[in-house]
């Protein structure tokens, strides 16, 4: 129903930035929630930040005060624009939707991306 198509990524040095997009298409009038997981080889997937389609926003602790997550409703596109990139940081970041809830918690996204790796050399 829904297609995500990620862009950005890559190779940054520590304390750098990057921003990721992600592009959604099909029926996606009904999207609410849009956001970013991550997922390192030792760890668990994990919810980076969220966003609602009335612009509500939600960060792991671990990120607040570097990333940014920005949604564009007329674009159907969901930005994550990261600053004071750390080494920890690196991951194949996720982008994902929901149409199910009406919550900033996007705790089962039924629509994923395919991933884009970030990486962060110290």
């Known amino acids: 129903q829904v297609q995500l198509v990620e862009s950005g990524g890559g190779l940054v040095q520590a304390g750098g930035s990057l921003g990721l997009s992600c592009a959604a298409s099909?029926?996606?009038?009904?999207?609410?929630?849009m956001g970013w997981y991550r997922q390192a080889p030792e760890n668990q997937r994990e919810l980076v930040a969220s966003?609602?389609?009335?612009?509500?926003?939600k960060y792991a602790d671990s990120v607040k005060g570097r990333f940014t997550i920005s949604r564009d409703n007329a674009k159907n596109t969901v930005y994550l624009q990261m600053n004071s990139l750390k080494p920890e940081d690196t991951a194949v970041y996720y982008c994902?939707?929901?149409?199910?809830?009406?919550?900033?918690?996007?705790?089962?996204?039924?629509?994923w991306g395919q991933g884009t790796q970030v990486t962060v050399s110290s």
């Open positions: 099909g029926s996606i009038f009904s999207i609410y929630t």
């Open positions: 994902a939707a929901t149409d199910k809830i009406r919550s900033v918690v996007l705790s089962n996204p039924e629509y």
């Open positions: 966003i609602t389609r009335g612009l509500i926003t």
